[in-house]
């Protein structure tokens, strides 16, 4: 509770350690006292230019105005009744909407949640429910979610895995085609057919479940003749297809779903994060008759599908029309992968700059030296740029990635002044560590 503006960090933060479980981690220490578009304040009354987005959460920015406005209109008639209870348009109106951006030449239905780890989870549940087969597919380096079916998909053990074991059983871990890191798109298919061969026979798979982006896993694209390699072998077995967009989903990468920019359509998508534009909502899209496969009381969640949440996620989807924020993205990509391009050409340590729309990211290696992922020099950069009033994340298998989520209503002079802070502090590290 903000009790007086002139709170510091470091009281908090003392606060902080002394309430709140050790597990829940913390980026930076910082409190926020306000924010507003791109842009937010501490408690100290320092501005920091905000690339981070609430880890996606934020397409729309900071307290949009149409987003809040919803949100108030919705509070005024009524906060909860349980879908499941006594039923609310909004909730149907945004699983109408979903269906009509989600791709496939198919007939689809919607679903619901609160968080991607649940909209993952009952992905998994309708896949098994369809095909009535238990095992699941996902690759190295995805991450989906923190409970603990979620964590069995995720490919990445610290910090996620470690000491929470043991985790459901039939899921397994296929290559994710990673060109930089010497993984073939050949090499990561026959890796699912030596699942097929080594692990679990493909008649008793239900499902292939990827990242179109991969979010905690470092922002590795998957390359488009992997997915339809993927796709190709699902038909031939009979199993299903998910896209977890829980990260790429409502804009960020310059389509609604990243997976419009597939050569195939996926047969279930997870989406979250920016759903909603900073209030808790999830779903999961797909085909009809897939959708249809669990009993009635098979699916739900006492808050799932918010009629508050519900709202703020129609207004989210009328500034995505009103304000071309789909274009926008692709537009701001463009200068984001520009301007670290030419920061790369001064700075030996950038080994790689990449992204799909607004979805980029810099790794960084010991001089350049592609096997030696530098998460050293990766931390001490995101630690001084916030020094100097930009939030960054890092991510990645080796913790070397710097992953850009600013919200895609940010002005290009923001974005020029916070890839300058960037520059900056990338020069400052380096000369301080030579």
């Not at 537009?331 to 607004?358: H, S």
Request: with cysteine; aromatic share 8%.
């Amino acid at each position: 509770m903000q009790q007086d503006r002139h709170f510091t960090n470091a009281a908090l933060l003392t606060r902080r350690h002394a309430a709140v479980a050790r597990g829940v981690g913390q980026a930076h220490d910082l409190f926020i006292q306000k924010a507003r578009n791109a842009e937010l304040w501490d408690v100290e009354g320092r501005r920091f230019i905000d690339f981070a987005g609430g880890i996606a959460v934020l397409n729309t920015g900071h307290l949009h105005a149409g987003v809040i406005a919803a949100v108030k209109a919705q509070l005024d008639l009524y906060t909860h009744t349980c879908f499941q209870v006594v039923a609310y348009e909004p909730y149907v109106e945004v699983c109408e909407r979903l269906n009509t951006l989600a791709p496939g030449a198919f007939a689809r239905k919607s679903l619901l949640l609160t968080t991607g780890a649940e909209a993952v989870e009952n992905a998994v549940k309708i896949a098994r429910a369809y095909t009535k087969r238990p095992g699941v597919i996902a690759f190295t380096g995805g991450y989906h979610g923190r409970t603990n079916l979620t964590l069995g998909l995720t490919g990445k053990v610290v910090p996620y895995k470690t000491g929470f074991g043991p985790f459901p059983g039939e899921t397994y871990h296929a290559l994710f085609p990673n060109a930089l890191h010497g993984v073939s798109v050949e090499q990561a298919l026959h890796s699912v057919e030596l699942i097929f061969k080594n692990d679990i026979e493909p008649e008793r798979v239900a499902a292939f479940i990827v990242e179109p982006v991969q979010g905690e896993g470092g922002f590795y694209v998957a390359p488009p003749e992997f997915i339809s390699g993927l796709k190709a072998l699902a038909d031939r077995y009979g199993i299903l297809l998910i896209a977890d967009e829980v990260q790429t989903g409502a804009g960020r990468t310059g389509t609604w779903f990243a997976s419009e920019q597939w050569p195939v359509a996926p047969d279930l998508i997870t989406t979250a994060k920016s759903l909603a534009g900073g209030f808790p909502l999830a779903g999961v899209v797909g085909r009809a008759d897939v959708m249809d496969a669990p009993a009635p009381g098979g699916l739900g969640g006492t808050y799932a599908g918010s009629p508050v949440a519900c709202a703020a996620a129609l207004a989210v989807i009328e500034a995505f029309a009103q304000e071309k924020l789909l274009a926008r993205s692709q537009d701001m990509g463009a200068l984001l992968v520009r301007g670290l391009k030419d920061i790369a050409a001064k700075v030996p340590a950038i080994g790689d700059v990449r992204g799909l729309g607004a979805m980029v990211a810099i790794e960084l290696f010991e001089n350049g030296d592609l096997s030696r992922p530098d998460a050293a020099l990766t931390k001490q950069v995101v630690a001084e740029a916030a020094r100097r009033g930009l939030i960054l994340l890092s991510c990645g298998t080796y913790g070397n990635v710097i992953r850009i989520l600013v919200p895609l209503t940010a002005s290009d002079e923001l974005l020029l002044e916070g890839l300058a802070i960037l520059a900056d502090s990338l020069e400052v590290v380096a000369a301080a560590t030579n």
